[in-house]
């Protein structure tokens, strides 16, 4: 990604440049194991490329950013009906401390840190290169 920002109210509350937009759902069974792997995971996800342009580079080797954006709706269960089902989604108390718990820990890591406004309706704007985009469920390790 070449560049990400996210604004609230037409306020500009968190930017990066190049570097990872991460969107996170934080769920019911999710606990400060979850935060730590993935803050971990993310830091060290080698999807940067390389000089032949293989994706060999993490974030902190291209000196990019990483910019969070709270995202309960990634929880959204569609199996019954047509309204989604957050269910699965973890209180916004709770979300809100594991949140804060990884931006914490990526910022010990080293690494330049921007995230959105937790619970606000916010617009995010983003200019990928490529695009790349995975899923990562802290759930799902093996």
Do not use: C
């Amino acid at each position: 990604m070449l560049e990400a920002r996210v604004e609230v109210d037409g306020e500009r509350v968190g930017s990066i440049g190049a570097g990872l937009l991460v969107y996170v759902g934080v769920g019911r069974a999710d606990t400060d194991a979850d935060a730590t792997w993935m803050a971990q995971k993310l830091a060290s996800l080698r999807v940067f490329p390389d000089e032949q342009g293989k994706m060999s580079r993490a974030v902190g080797d291209v000196g990019g950013g990483v910019l969070v954006v709270s995202q309960f709706t990634l929880f959204g269960d569609m199996r019954r009906g047509n309204r989604p089902s957050f269910d699965d989604a973890a209180p916004p108390e709770e979300a809100q401390r594991l949140l804060d718990a990884l931006l914490g820990q990526l910022r010990e890591g080293g690494l330049t840190i921007a995230s959105g406004r937790f619970r606000a309706m916010m617009r995010v704007h983003a200019t990928v290169d490529g695009p790349v985009t995975i899923l990562i469920d802290s759930k799902k390790t093996f």
